[in-house]
DNA sequence: CTTGACCCTATATCTAACTATAGGGTTTAT
DNA sequence: ATAAACCCTATAGTTAGATATAGGGTCAAG
């Protein structure tokens, strides 16, 4: 397998970078049609051909995938990242804040629901009888939460 | 305007369940296309007609929801309920613990994000300066999580 | 007797982030 | 030289739980 070449810096075919970073080849020109990582070029054939920076843009937004961030935060993160020097600290801030406020209250949504199903679990019996006074089922009847 | 019965019941037409339930037509529509909620009678013009039980049915769904299930275990909940004789607490309680699980894992790859995120956002100035050297930029690209 | 409120079905649209498929060109290995 | 492996575009399908829309029937009031 050759490597590829573009003004002297190393390409990866689509192909490649997929197995390097652990994506599907679809994902990846997903990313490119949502706008996230088009490659920066094309071979004469129309294959795109990623550079070491498009690799490093994909770590990002992987990365970023990470903390919870949307594609569409990231595309967000991306266009500051880019034109950095346009943008300041507390735009990005605030992005992150959002984003921890909008994890937060899916915490809390997902804890009520556990409350909730803790007290309900623990006061059914579980055994073999019939369902018919089965306190889970009661419980949910009396409108528990 | 007038109640309906059917049999000596009081029935109720979509829009009167609808509103007495707070969820929308379409809501019960769906409900009833998915098999979760079919009103037991259609009067002779078509309309759905629903009974107290379909509305204690409804009740129940709603508060179901409201313990994170889906539709698709709420519809296995019911076909507990509706024939629980044939059925044991075992089963009911073992679809609850599943749900428990499901949820507490999705409370903890939440977690995840939370914890990296605050300590992402810490880090941060966020004031007015350029995000050139934006450390939360700068966290996400050393892969931080 | 017609207007507005209500009901019906069937189909399309939404969000998110892909995955899959059809149909076709390119490259690499044998 | 040919078959496998790889690439392309464009379009459709997936999940969940609805919401919206088109086109049409029903019903009660004025």
Redesign the interface.
Known sequence: MFSISYLGNVMYKIGQLAKLEAISVEALRFYDQQGVLSPGHRAENGYRLYSEEDR?TL??I???K???FTLAEIHE?LD??VD???????????I??H??QD??E??RQ??R??T???K??KT?????????H????EA??????
């Open positions: 490093k770590k990002f992987q990365s970023a990470n903390l919870g993160l500051i990242k950095s020097r346009s943008h300041t600290c507390e735009e990005v801030k605030t992150a804040e984003k921890l994890i937060q899916r915490i997902l804890q629901f556990e909730t199903l803790k309900v679990v059914c019996c579980g055994g073999p009888e019939s369902a018919e089965c306190s889970i089922l949910i009847e009396e409108r528990v939460a």
